[in-house]
């Protein structure tokens, strides 16, 4: 029975009262206040054109504990001096303007009432917006295109939930319009580690589907090292005379926009990962020989392989699969996800390995 009494005691106390919640209404105010500059405290200046993103620094200090040292915490004694420096050249160029007693004032001003400016070199600025509205209002649509630079972002500012969130929708938003977007991304965050996780997914599918990735008129936006590493992956299911037209219209694509590079030598960046030995000897007459762009040397080779495959010395048909340990494997382990930290943008060497540390922004 004294269970009983407890329970309806229980059941009275929630008649007494009611919860009204607007959770909607709240984040749509907050998304509102991130975009008045005049109610925010601390400006961002993004990416490499140093695009204005605004926002609170309390929400900011209380959503993220990066943001917390990042905005709160005493700066280093050579940050203090650089500050001085800074305040002492706005108090110069402001006092031919502002009375002397308002330049007082201000100097008396506290740091923390103070509106910051602080500069984000790590990520772009459709990608910090995101993470912006994400942190004041809890909400945020993800897309293919920012994906990968929110997930970066993410777990660059200790967002677990928002990284979760993002890791879960890499399942199920690859597919063959997505994978260009994606792998295009890539190149600005392959120094993150969420990036090598995600991107070697990517090219998992690629390899999986790549007649039709190769077909895709996207392919062409894709930069010219990324080209090259998913024509030179041993994995990939693509016949090689598709390889080809892949690689031709990549490069009829650069050469519209570059109109001073020949054709002939922008294709050639992708010769060495086609193997012409295994493209029908009819096509290769037909379709690749009058195009002029393969040098005759290799259709040769090509064609005597077919006709007597102990004739020409396998080096002179496939040499990117001889020369494993030189450019090529640079290549494929730079999107190694238990590897050094290796820039797409290596062909020929590392980059360097790059460590975890977080280089945060700077103020402005």
Known sequence: MPEAASSSGELLDEQDHSIFENKTGLAEDLK?????????????????????????KAVLASRSKVFHKLLYQAPSPQRKKEQVK????????????????NLQNAAQQPQSNQHHTLV????????????????????????????????NAADYYGLDELRRACAGFVQCCITVDT???LLGSAERYIQYKCTKSLVQKVLEFVDERGNEVLNLGSFT???????????????????EFTKFQAALMWSKKHCDNYPNQALKDVIGNFLEYIQFHKIPATVLMHEVNPLGLVPHSIIVNALAYQADPTSVDPEQLSP??????????????????????????????????GSDHRQHSSMA
């Open 179 to 181: 994978v260009c977007a």
């Open 221 to 239: 936006l894709l930069p010219l090292h990324v080209v090259r590493l998913i024509l030179a992956r041993e994995e990939l299911s693509a016949d």
């Open 120 to 151: 984000v070199k790590e990520f772009e600025a459709d990608v910090f917006r995101q993470l912006i509205e994400y942190i004041h209002t809890g909400c945020v649509t993800l897309q293919p295109r920012t994906l990968l630079g929110v997930m």
């Open 86 to 101: 800074e305040n002492k050249l706005k108090y110069f160029l402001k006092r031919s303007s502002e009375p002397l007693l």
């Open 32 to 56: 509102f206040l991130a975009r008045m500059p005049e109610l925010c405290d601390v400006t961002f200046l993004v990416g490499e054109s140093k695009e204005p993103v605004c926002a609170v």
């Open 320 to 353: 990117h699969r001889v020369r494993r340990q030189g450019r090529s494997m640079s290549v494929q382990s730079s999107l190694d996800p238990y590897g050094s930290n290796v820039s797409l943008n290596s062909l020929g060497s590392e980059a360097g390995s």
